[in-house]
């Protein structure tokens, strides 16, 4: 009863106890009045029953009876809270609105979801100022980021009029969590379509898909799409959780896989590239188990190649008679340990405690797949729980600043930056990416935005890395001239663009940099450095799962 109450007085709660109230009231009103000395008609006392709600009922038929007592008192009451509701929800909404243009450099979340609201909260908490936008009201997520004091603007995210009262045109970076993939498609032709405020500098937008195929083939091509102020990465929860469980939970020589869905696929993929045991063994477990990893094989043949892949086709929702005994002979080999990846909590936690009991390997992990660190994951507990069942709380874990962030741009931009630490003696950036300057990390980036385009310049193109291991590619003395001098020249008009200029001796405080001249004028030592650091392009993309591509 308490919990009902609770829910009732928030957020659209309220409404529905006022619209109770207006009808209670109308209801005992109607009900006395027909209890009133006769001589009133039915229409009289519907076209009284206004009267209820200010100040002006009769009395002398007010106290005709209880009924009408309790409604001359409740009317004004319930109509006042009306109003008073009314004026607070248009004051937030019109407040946020105004709290959100006022802001630059901002982060705006659109979707305040569970996966919204996580990555909203992993923002704030890492000092972010957020901005959220939501088109449902009731959602918790909107509730959640108000309590932050953070503004929440109500309204479709794919209309401009909502991006525009967020604010997007002045901010820093915008996450895309709005459901469907479908509809942050939608959402991203809106962002694209919406111009930036002046000196805001480029967007940062970054997408989730929830098909983590689409997401690996989208975050190749987002090099590309760096125009217009707006610099697009995607990112999927899945890919991210199945990197950070192998993580936190070596599987061993023999991983059992429950589950061949978007977790799962990921997880095997993973598992296969990161292994370097020649004698690794996967089995996958799952309805169509055979037909699932067969349209696996088909897309990603290099998989068969670095690890012995099982299927068994088991329905466990609706086991048949034999199909315990062919779990038990699936389990009975060495297995090291055992992901449970069903979308559905409980479904999870059964299946992983029934494996539990069946497994001869008692030392094996038994990992089941959770929303958070709540609910039937709370039960568990953390670690080796006493049920022996370990739960990995996927959106938890996966929703961090640094997995949203994480996409093909600023993979690139950190590698680019490992590679220049790799082959830097004694220079001012040679520290770590994190203490590197706000500009110069953008620096690297809009470095990264050019490679497609120098790419495509002496004809190769950008794929997702499909062998695991070294780049294929091997640039030629031609490929690697155009490719060093494009660079050179990008950087320069950057560094121009900035307020720097030539000089003898570099200085920081006064930007002169003595290399800051035509790529034909450069010291035979600087065009051999901005040479090695072309050759390395297919390695540096490697690093960000890429690689080059001849046409």
Known sequence: MISLFIALTKGKGRWKVLLLGWIATAALGLWGMRLAPEGRTFVDDVYQLSDLFGLGFDLELANANWQLQVAR???????????????????????????????????????????????????????????????????????????????????????????ERAGLGAAAQVVVVCGTDATNAEVVAAIGALPRA?????????????????????????????????????????????????????????????????????????????????????????????ARLNALLLAQPALAERAKLDAVDIDLERPGRDEAERLRGALESAVTAVVVCFDDDARAVTTALLIRRLLPNQTAAVIARTVGVGGLALLL?????????????????????????????????????????????????????????????????????ALAEGLTAIGCDLVPLGGWGAPHVTLTAG???????????????????????????RDADRKINPVLVEWTALPDEAKADGREAARRIPTVLARAGLEVLRL
């Open 73 to 163: 008192w409740l009317g004004p009451v319930i109509a006042a809270a009306s109003l008073l509701e009314g004026i607070a929800a248009v004051s937030r909404r019109r407040t946020d609105a105004f709290r959100a243009r006022r802001r630059r450099g901002h982060v705006v979340v659109l979707g305040l979801g569970d996966r919204g609201t996580r990555i909203a909260d992993a923002l704030r908490d890492a000092g972010r100022t957020v901005v959220g936008v939501e088109h449902e009201a009731a959602t918790p997520g909107v509730r959640t980021l108000r309590r932050g004091e953070s503004a929440v603007i109500e309204g479709d995210a794919r209309e401009a009029r909502t991006l």
């Open 198 to 290: 002046p000196g805001a500098g480029p967007l940062r937008a970054s997408v989730h898909l929830s098909d983590a195929g689409l997401c690996a083939l989208m975050r190749h091509q987002s090099l590309r799409t760096a125009g217009a102020g707006v610099r697009f990465d995607f990112f999927d929860v899945y890919s991210a959780g199945a990197r950070l469980l192998l993580e936190r939970h070596p599987p061993g020589p023999h991983l059992v896989i429950v589950g061949l869905g978007q977790l799962g696929r990921c997880l095997l993929e993973a598992a296969a590239r990161e292994s370097s045991d020649p004698n690794a063994r996967i089995t996958v477990i799952d309805r169509d188990a055979t």
């Open 381 to 449: 507990g953390e670690g080796a729980s006493a049920a022996g069942v370990i739960p990995f709380p996927l959106l938890q874990r996966a929703c961090t600043v640094e997995i949203v962030e994480g996409g093909a741009h600023e993979q690139v931009a950190r590698a680019i930056h490992a590679d220049y630490t790799d082959r830097a003696v004694d220079t001012p950036y040679d520290i770590p990416w994190d203490e590197l300057p706000a500009e110069v990390q953008e620096s690297n980036r809009h470095q990264a935005d």
């Open 479 to 505: 490929e690697v001239e155009t490719l060093a001098s494009g660079e050179h020249e990008r950087w320069r008009a950057e560094r121009t663009a900035a307020g720097w200029r030539h000089g003898q001796a």
